[in-house]
């Protein structure tokens, strides 16, 4: 089981920056990715940027320039940097871990969700 918390939202002004957090515990072995998404009012949960256990990133369209996925395997902690923030980056972002074991099934884990919102 691996359990994920997530901090470092807030309200921020258009323009702004904000540096999200994600601390895995658990059985935190066999992780494949780290990844963040959001869900903003009335839509469905996007993605917005992963990071391989190897080190590759992703991002989604809307936030490539704009934010960077990074961890630190020391602490367990994947980081979501955001920076230019903009009104429709208002959401929850909810960190997200797969896990892959041999003889297992993918196994999926979220975190309970950050507020950010941006004001214009």
């Known amino acids: 089981q691996v359990h994920l918390v997530e901090s470092g939202g807030g309200l921020v002004q258009a323009g702004g920056s904000l540096r999200l957090s994600c601390a895995a515990s658990?059985?935190?072995?066999?992780?494949?990715?780290m990844g963040w998404y959001r869900q903003a009012p009335g839509n469905q949960r996007e993605f917005v940027a992963i990071i391989t256990s190897g080190g590759v990133t992703r991002y989604a369209d809307s936030v490539k320039g704009r934010f960077a996925i990074s961890r630190d395997n020391a602490k367990n902690t994947v980081y979501l940097q955001m920076n230019s923030l903009k009104p429709e980056d208002t959401a929850v972002y909810y960190c997200?871990?797969?896990?892959?074991?041999?003889?297992?099934?993918?196994?999926?884990?979220w975190g309970q969700g950050t507020q950010v919102t941006v004001s214009s």
């Open positions: 997200k871990c797969v896990q892959v074991r041999a003889g297992y099934p993918q196994t999926d884990y």
């Open positions: 658990g059985s935190i072995f066999s992780i494949n990715f």
